[in-house]
């Protein structure tokens, strides 16, 4: 390969959350610090251990070189960049500038569009098993999250079950709904079919979609990140996408996600918000990150680490499989997250999850309590280090968690 996935780089003291909050009670799911003998492996917060692209640095090493730092505004070509990417991409259509829009993060567009388009006390559709931030978002919002249930078919693939969305949207007057594309934490990268069933049933219930598509670039082989407004000209007119280069190039401590809108009303109602809030003032670091991203370079730097998120998750998925009896799993379609359920495991050995995940966080695995993410007896784990640090981990887990 071209490019460095293999090195262990070490972030301690690097402004790393999910290494320096390890064994700290910030937002109280900190994983504990390991026992004597044993170093951490971040496996919790969803960033990447590996360095960003590196025409990311180059832009922004090139920028500060600049001794100013005014007032600015997007240039020209930050939004060619975002069409171009999303275009060739995602597949976007008839993109236009205007449709683009800055957003202080996936979260800032989320709960500014949810307290844009519903009311304190309205309830709002989510799929479970949910993303943990945007319940956060919409009941720190005094709003009411109404969960549809995914579930797994015969062949062990996350499915959304539209009979259930349908029956909850009317049972509770819901008019909007937020949709995850790619599926965090289960990986799922919808197809096409399932998007077109999808917004019949939010057509039919006359819902304003929210479409968190931040994974949309990180798709296995065999699977293609369908935008939610390329499904038909409803979802076009009646979804505010969210899209950022954050997971992909492991820029999240920059802030810089966009929205495209092409429905004017809606864009409007968004655009207004942010600009009379102020809240949404983007860094000029932030736009060249983006540049240096999204260049010809940066996609090339993108492929080989889809190469390796692959590999990785294929690794863990096959090693969960053939050597954790009790726990499974659905492959990872896509996004650097795998799931685990240990329904099973916890019922065979009488062990509690709680005591399962303070196990692997004393031999320093930094696994994710998957009850945040309505996974009732679950574990996320980010799998987005080099391989070296996936083996590491999971020889770890065999040898003193689940075989000791």
């Given at each position: ?127 479970s098993p949910v993303y943990v931030g945007f319940a956060g978002d919409v009941e720190g919002l005094g709003r009411t999250s109404i969960y549809s249930p995914l579930k797994l078919d015969a062949q062990g693939v996350w499915r959304m079950d539209y009979e259930d969305m349908d029956a909850k949207l009317k049972a509770n007057n ?231």
């Amino acid at each position: 390969m071209k490019y460095d996935f293999t090195s262990i780089i070490d972030r301690q003291g690097k402004d790393a959350l999910a290494i320096d909050s390890a064994g700290k009670k910030i937002w109280g799911n900190e994983p504990d610090l390991p026992k004597e003998g044993f170093d951490f492996i971040p496996m919790w917060v969803a960033d990447m251990n590996f360095a960003t692209a590196p025409t990311v640095t180059e832009a922004i090493i090139k920028r500060a070189q600049h001794p100013l730092f005014g007032y600015f505004f997007p240039t020209e070509e930050y939004y060619d960049s975002i069409i171009r990417w999303q275009t060739q991409r995602n597949r976007h259509k008839d993109l236009k500038k205007e449709y683009i829009g800055y957003e202080n993060g996936v979260h800032g567009c989320v709960t500014s569009a949810v307290e844009i388009f519903s009311s304190p006390g309205d309830k709002i559709l989510l799929h479970s098993p949910v993303y943990v931030g945007f319940a956060g978002d919409v009941e720190g919002l005094g709003r009411t999250s109404i969960y549809s249930p995914l579930k797994l078919d015969a062949q062990g693939v996350w499915r959304m079950d539209y009979e259930d969305m349908d029956a909850k949207l009317k049972a509770n007057n819901i008019h909007l709904a937020i949709f995850c594309s790619p599926h965090n934490p289960t990986g799922r990268v919808w197809e096409r079919w399932e998007l077109e069933k999808a917004m019949e049933v939010f057509e039919a219930n006359q819902c304003v979609v929210i479409s968190d598509e931040i994974w949309a670039d990180i798709t296995f082989q065999g699977h293609q990140h369908i935008p939610t407004q390329m499904t038909n000209e409803w979802a076009r007119e009646n979804t505010v996408a969210v899209y950022a280069p954050s997971k992909t190039f492991n820029l999240a401590g920059l802030i810089g996600s966009y929205h495209i809108i092409y429905n004017k009303a809606l864009r409007d109602r968004v655009v207004a918000k942010a600009y009379n809030t102020h809240y949404n003032e983007m860094n000029v670091f932030s736009m060249h990150a983006l540049l240096g991203a999204y260049s010809p370079e940066g996609e090339t730097w993108t492929e080989e680490l889809l190469q390796v998120l692959e590999g990785n998750s294929r690794y863990a998925y096959e090693y969960v499989r053939d050597h954790f009896n009790g726990v499974s799993a659905a492959m990872p379609q896509g996004t650097y997250m795998i799931f685990l359920d240990c329904t099973e495991y916890c019922s065979r050995t009488g062990k509690s999850l709680d005591e399962l995940i303070k196990a692997g966080w004393d031999v320093g695995v930094g696994w994710q309590d998957g009850r945040r993410f309505h996974g009732p007896c679950h574990i996320r784990m980010n799998l987005a280090s080099p391989l070296s640090r996936v083996q590491e981990a999971l020889d770890r887990l065999d040898k003193y968690v689940f075989n000791a």
